[in-house]
């Protein structure tokens, strides 16, 4: 049996490779490569993800969903002329409009996602755990399709 320590070479050296083939396939390194994880072990509650917002450290990210509740997407919203997101917030209100576009991440491939659209993620699981790995990039989600739109699936 092989001990711990050779398991987590093995899966570090896969997590590498994988990165590696994104990066060689879009012909792009990430800004950064982050693992977003919601436990609750170590949170009492997931309500951070229901806070609709854009990310402020990135253009776009490519997401690679470890574990998370499958039946907890992906919301995106129109953004309304007057409103201030980061304002709005702090009135702990729902967001006046119903989202505009609902999305699943891949469970056969790289999910890349316009982190630019105001979104969110729908809580309805408090405790299952939520691990994505996410590749980010200062390059915008429509600007990272036009360089080479054969490599992505729209739907």
Known sequence: FPSHDSNDETLG??????IQSINDTI??????IMLQVFDKRLYKHKGFLNVIH???DRNSCITLPLTYAKH????FYNEIEGIDPGQYRKTNLPWPEKPCQIAQYSDNHPTL?????LHNVR?????????LLQLSYDIGFDDMISRNPSLWRII
């Open 27 to 32: 012909q792009l390194d990430p800004k950064y």
């Open 13 to 18: 050296a896969y997590f590498k490779r994988l």
């Open 72 to 75: 907890e997407p992906v919301l």
């Open 54 to 56: 854009k990310d402020v």
């Open 113 to 117: 996602v316009n982190v630019q659209n």
């Open 123 to 131: 809580v309805l699981d408090e405790v299952h755990p939520r691990i």
